[in-house]
């Protein structure tokens, strides 16, 4: 099962259920679950490997192509293959945002070269639909773009185009990006767009018009964390003619601009959203769960993302009971959340609150029913289940950068006019810590093996850790290998975000001592803490004794999306642990859009053309 997963009866009315606490689903219950949601989605599926839709067959097959990788079912598993079939041909012609959206996330989950071009194609075709207000409609330019009104995922749109589109747009540009394709000024228009279009209250609506949604309150958060994404990767330019303390001062006041921790955008989005979960959420929008305004609805009764109009299958019921939840929600609670970072909203955890909503509502065919057709809202179930995070790229910009608003306090000063301070320390953490103070909101630098080490006078080579650090490491690492199940996520988040070089010799050590869940996410937490250092420090841990920490950074290395890593890479392809060596192959194929191999099964001589290829490949394009 995806590692992201780490970490039924009769409905009720939500505000009962969320009244009192309920025990959080266990790992083992979310696998289960995703695993007979998969199952359904496959029996889904038609002869010709579609997925019906009234209006949207083709999205519907893309988005259910998509969530069947994210469930990690093998690309070459007959449901996907035969989806493929179906797709790629559909794909030359199509014009419409959503379509186009899916079909760049799916092929970029694939990471088959010959898919270069198709992916140029549609993100070009996407680029050109964006409107004058920076969003998106139903559809965009197409030699053979197919006539009548759009309907089906979305509602009426203006001239400026829709929210909900728009939030699909946005996630395709970022993936599109991976691919070398020129997205930026469309990234930082959309990010203007939200910026002016965020409500009073913090939110987004389905329109500038519109009130405040669930939904696209989480694009519009999305919107603002590509910006940030971007900025990060433009220099600061300066006038040449400035003064150094002029032009220093410039550069500061911009970086400052660029930390999304202190940008009140995000920081009110945030807020917002935590309100709409448990709780409040219940109260305040049970009108969103029941259908928009009834002029609305009337002008387009399609079932849309953001626009909440029953499904046509369902018409003639009234307006929705409260029990009927908003998968599309979900899935766009989870990007944010994952996108961010952030374990929790205004101090909930979203994914337990979110998992327990989708768990108890799972029907005995093993899929999910509610404000949509059954193949859309199981798909929107799965990819919350599954921690989908398509821009893990984008959560390595963000991830430690942003705060939950509800663990910090505003003081006098800053930008802005406020600071953000954590109020929680980790215990681990005193005030009189040796490491050195880094800006509110940066990532923090950890001194870990390559680092320099007191009294050390090799800043660059790893040096064999201290006794008293070996022995904290192992306690930490005892710590967590003996902690009860409903512990264990508590305890390798906190080795993954607390400083320290204790805390990843306590990862790298309990690893091989995990199994299951506990086992894959101890993995990823390392991965995740290791893109923290500096290209230089993380280098060195390619050449770590330990081979968990050497297969960590080199996923480290792919998440940073550093080229320069290659030539190591390359070399990790014969290691002698073949944990390493998989993890090096996968990372070369994610900087790289190439694939020379080896295969897991192969064998030394293979293995040995494997790298003799990698390398001509690199020569050529270094």
């Known amino acids: 099962m995806p590692a992201r997963i780490l970490i039924s009866g009769a409905a009720v009315l939500i505000c009962a259920l969320l009244g009192h606490a309920s025990r959080a689903a266990t790992p083992e219950e979310i696998t289960k679950a995703i695993e007979s949601g998969r199952d359904c989605l496959k029996r889904l599926q038609q002869r010709d490997g579609s997925w019906l839709h009234q209006q949207h067959r083709t999205g519907m097959t893309a988005l259910a192509t998509l969530t069947l990788l994210e469930c990690e079912v093998d690309s070459k598993d007959p449901a996907i293959t035969s989806a493929l079939t179906y797709l790629r041909p559909q794909a030359s012609s199509e014009g419409r945002t959503y379509e186009i959206s899916i079909l760049i996330c799916v092929l970029d989950r694939l990471g088959d070269p010959q898919d270069e071009p198709l992916i140029a194609t549609l993100t070009d075709r996407l680029l050109r639909g964006q409107t004058a207000g920076y969003g998106w409609t139903y559809n965009c330019p197409t030699p053979q773009l197919q006539s009548g009104a759009p309907g089906g995922f979305g509602g009426p749109t203006g001239i400026d185009g829709d929210n909900s589109n728009t939030q699909f747009a946005t996630l395709a540009l970022w993936v599109a990006r991976r691919h070398k394709q020129p997205v930026d000024q469309a990234l930082l228009g959309l990010e203007r767009r939200f910026r002016g279009a965020q409500h009073a209250d913090g939110g987004w609506g389905y329109t500038t018009l519109l009130p405040t949604t669930p939904p696209m ?50 920081r009110a989005g945030l807020s917002t959203l935590g309100k709409m979960i448990t709780g409040p959420f219940a109260d305040a929008h049970r009108t969103w769960f029941r259908g928009p305004p009834a002029a609305f609805a009337a002008g387009n ?32 609670l989870e990007r944010v959340g994952m996108a961010y970072g952030l374990k929790t909203i205004d101090k909930k955890d979203w994914y337990e609150w979110g998992a327990d909503l989708i768990l108890k509502r799972q029907l005995p065919g093993g899929g999910w029913r509610g404000t949509y057709e059954e193949p859309v809202d199981t798909c929107f179930a799965l990819l919350f289940l599954t921690r989908s995070n398509l821009a893990s790229d984008l959560t390595t910009k963000l991830k430690g950068r942003v705060q939950d608003p509800g663990e910090v306090k505003l003081k006098a000063g800053g930008v802005s006019g406020e600071d953000l301070r954590q109020t929680d320390r980790p215990a681990s953490q005193s005030a009189e810590s040796s490491e050195p103070k880094e800006g509110t909101g940066s990532i923090p630098k950890l001194k870990i093996g390559g680092e320099k080490r007191p009294g050390s006078d090799q800043p660059g080579k790893p040096q064999r850790p201290p006794a008293a650090e070996n022995s904290e490491a192992d306690r930490l690492s005892a710590e967590l290998v003996r902690a009860p199940q409903e512990r264990k996520d508590a305890l390798i988040d906190r080795l993954r975000d607390n400083r320290g070089t204790v805390n990843t010799l306590a990862l790298a050590a309990a690893i091989p001592q995990l199994t299951g869940t506990a086992k894959t996410k101890a993995r990823t937490a390392l991965a995740e803490r290791l893109t923290r250092m500096t290209n230089h420090t993380l280098k060195d841990k390619l050449q770590d004794d330990d081979p968990e920490v050497r297969r960590a950074a080199a996923l480290a290395c792919a998440l940073k999306e550093e080229k320069s890593f290659v030539p190591d890479l390359i070399r ?43 390398k001509d490949w690199w020569s050529r394009n270094k």
């Open 301 to 332: 009764p399609q079932a849309v993302p953001g626009g909440a109009a029953p499904a046509p299958a369902q018409q003639g019921l009234g307006n929705r009971h409260v029990d009927q939840i908003d998968y599309y929600f979900l899935w766009s």
């Open 217 to 266: 309150t989480c694009a519009g958060l999305l919107g603002l964390g590509v910006g940030h994404g971007v900025a990060d990767d433009r220099p600061l330019r300066t006038p040449g003619q400035r003064s150094r303390k002029q032009e220093g001062q410039k550069a500061k006041a911009k970086a400052a601009a660029r930390d999304p921790n202190h940008d009140p955008a995000v």
């Open 572 to 614: 990790l392809l014969d290691d002698q642990e073949s944990l390493v060596q998989r993890a090096a192959h996968a990372a070369l194929k994610r900087l790289t859009n190439q694939d020379y191999g080896p295969a897991a099964d192969a064998s030394q001589a293979a293995k040995a053309q494997a790298v003799t290829r990698w």
